[in-house]
């Protein structure tokens, strides 16, 4: 068995700020509030984001626009950037001379939201187009054509305002400040503010109180000194449980299914983080688009709170491709084919298939195919098991052997909570194998089992936290009378050091141990340790790491321990550096040799993208193999662990 990691923004009527924060404003013109849209169409195939046409614009007017922004530090620059939405996009035409004014009126607005996002409340923004600030400008413009309209916009970031008396009143009273991020001197933007209310009512609600509310923010700028007094006050309400739970915008999925798997369940505590998880379990079904479970607006007379879980459901068949790259395993593609909804209740089916070592292999004999369909039914017993069965033919020919399998598993998996999984199934593999031991055939029959703690922040990109798993498969060898079991552990971490994470650590390590059967010709080589590859120690090629017999066949291993190391640094948003160090031995003895140590070390180049991050990687071996690779070039997607 081969070692895989499972595998990644007036005029000087000039709008000068007032006493008054204007906090809701803010909230919606948010530039954080906006989100891109990504799509892909291949061949006709919309494989993910929006398919809409093109905007259409009738009498479209373009322009250029100049942001002029004297004494803004880089970090405020930015934000008045992201906020201007005629800056950021420059080349949608506006509809006709009004359209243009009234886009640069809007504009005023985002950006003097932005000034107060950063705690500049005596900025002045002034807005000209054609020449003329957009306050004197008729509501019938005719701007000149010949060219693209001029827009200049004209920002005076004023200073930094800093928080200065600062009250809590109401069902508040009395708490720590400094939780709230509320403190004199403090940060006094308005989105600073906003997160402190917010937060205040979340303690609230954390505290089983539906109807908790902010019953006053007021923010009163003191220009003589910068400073910002706010007074916040808020209303807890009444303690109460969870109570009806009601289903909207389900068109194909069943509603008793829905209410049921949300684990929402009536009479229990009420608390926001039940409400959060129940979106979150909701989502992962990958059955809907749109997920909001809404609060009552009073209580029922049971004084339980009523909640509404409304969902949009998303298409449910669906299309994929894949591919990766190493110049030691050549490429690969996978296509599947699936289905998120088969039969009403979220139940999947997925129909796939491979092809590897194109460009490796010398002929299509020598690369590796794989087939398969799997069925998963969630909620089989209850919410928390999901069942699994799966049929896979295989075709593989690493350096180390040829084999093929046919592989039929049948299975289950419980969530204990949000972070512990267990499984457990019966796997019936049948392979035929050339390898170091000749021609051999194996009926293997197998019970997997396997527990997984995963507590990272993403699982495609993590940067903080930790996946710890530990597996088992007894299993016996029908042909031959054998009884043989595998033992595997992992655990990776991820810690983030600085601001916003530019740097974070990433580590890991594994190991495996197979005990039982007199003879390693006993056990299937597919379920024999081995190491090296894009997946394992870069720099070697697939499966490279073994041990040798004295013809020079790798035999395969009785253990194994494989450990990494990287340092991914963020160069920018979206481009990332990779240094790593790989390292791992395979032993024929149950416990590991580390007297042949193989490690491989290289760099990594990331690119984000709203899929994960792509990868390239580039790795040599510090102690090579004779007649074995010099170097490895590996990409793909996602993190390579």
């Known amino acids: 068995m081969s070692i895989t990691r499972t595998d990644q923004k007036k005029s000087m009527a000039y709008w000068k700020a007032g006493t008054a924060i204007a906090v809701a404003a803010s909230m919606v013109l948010y530039p954080g509030f906006v989100r891109e849209a990504y799509a892909l169409k291949i061949f006709g195939i919309n494989l993910w984001g929006s398919d809409k046409e093109e905007e259409q614009f009738l009498d479209p007017v373009s322009f250029k626009v100049t942001l002029n922004a004297p004494g803004a530090d880089e970090k405020l620059k930015q934000s008045l950037e992201n906020s201007s939405l005629l800056t950021s996009e420059p080349d949608k035409p506006a509809s006709g001379d009004l359209g243009l004014l009234i886009r640069a009126r809007d504009d005023r607005e985002r950006l003097i939201a932005s000034l107060y996002e950063n705690a500049r409340y005596g900025g002045i923004v002034k807005v000209t187009v054609a020449g003329q600030d957009i306050d004197s400008i008729p509501p019938n413009p005719s701007f000149n054509r010949s060219g693209p309209v001029p827009v200049v916009i004209d920002v005076t970031p004023g200073p930094v305002f800093t928080l200065g008396n600062i009250r809590l009143e109401g069902d508040v009273v009395g708490r720590d400040l400094a939780e709230y991020g509320l403190v004199a001197g403090g940060d006094a933007g308005s989105l600073a503010i906003i997160r402190g209310g917010n937060k205040l009512i979340d303690d609230l609600k954390s505290e089983g109180r539906p109807l908790a509310k902010l019953t006053k923010r007021e923010a009163v700028a003191n220009h003589a000194n910068n400073t910002v007094d706010l007074t916040l006050s808020a209303e807890g309400g009444p303690v109460a449980p969870l109570g009806d739970v009601a289903v909207k915008g389900q068109r194909t999925v069943d509603e008793d299914f829905i209410r049921r798997y949300s ?17 979150d379990r909701l989502r992962k079904l990958g059955v809907f688009s749109s997920i909001t479970i809404k609060e009552a607006n009073a209580l029922s007379r049971n004084g339980s709170i009523p909640l509404t879980i409304e969902v949009s459901e998303g298409k449910h068949r669906y299309l994929g491709v894949g591919a990766q790259y190493s110049t030691t395993e050549g490429i690969g593609l996978q296509g599947y084919w699936g289905h998120r909804n088969l039969f009403g209740k979220a139940e999947s089916l997925r129909i796939e298939g491979a092809i590897s070592r194109l460009g490796e292999a010398s002929n299509v004999q020598d690369m590796d195919y794989s087939a398969g369909i799997i069925f998963t039914k969630p909620g089989v017993f209850n919410p928390a098991t999901t069942f699994t069965t799966s049929l896979k033919a295989k075709t593989e020919h690493p350096d180390t052997y040829d084999a093929r399998s ?9 969530e204990f909570n949000d972070y512990d999984t267990a499984s457990a199934g019966l796997e019936v593999e049948w392979t035929d194998t050339d390898d170091a031991f000749g021609n051999n055939q194996y009926l293997t029959t197998s019970i997997p089992l396997e527990f997984v703690r995963d507590m990272r922040n993403d699982k495609l990109n993590p940067t903080e936290g930790f996946r710890a798993s530990v597996s088992a498969k007894p299993s016996y ?20 050091l600085g601001s916003d994470d530019q ?27 081995y190491a090296g590859g894009g997946g394992s120690v870069r720099g070697y090629s697939y499966q490279e790491i073994s041990p040798y017999n004295a013809a020079g066949d790798a035999t395969g291993g009785r253990s194994y321990v494989v450990t990494s190391l990287e340092a991914r640094f963020k160069v920018t948003e979206t481009i990332g550096l990779v240094p790593f160090v790989d390292a791992g031995v395979v032993s024929s003895d149950i416990a590991p040799d580390f007297s042949d140590i193989r490690a491989g070390a290289g760099i990594g180049l990331r690119y984000a993208t709203p899929f994960g991050p792509l990868r390239l990687d580039v790795a040599m071996p510090l102690k090579k193999y004779e007649g074995g690779s010099n170097f490895g070039i590996y990409a793909g997607i996602g993190q390579s662990f």
């Open 406 to 414: 046919v592989t039929g598993y049948a299975g289950f998996s419980y």
């Open 263 to 279: 684990r929402l369940n009536g009479g229990e505590p009420y608390s926001p983080e039940k409400l959060r998880k129940a979106s």
């Open 477 to 496: 060898e029908a042909l031959n009378g054998t009884f043989f079991s595998t033992f595997e552990g992992s655990t990776t971490g991820y810690k983030g």
């Open 503 to 529: 740097v974070v650590l990433a580590g890991k390590v594994a190991a495996g141990v197979l005990v039982g059967a007199s003879a390693l010709e006993d056990v299937p080589a597919t379920r024999r340790f």
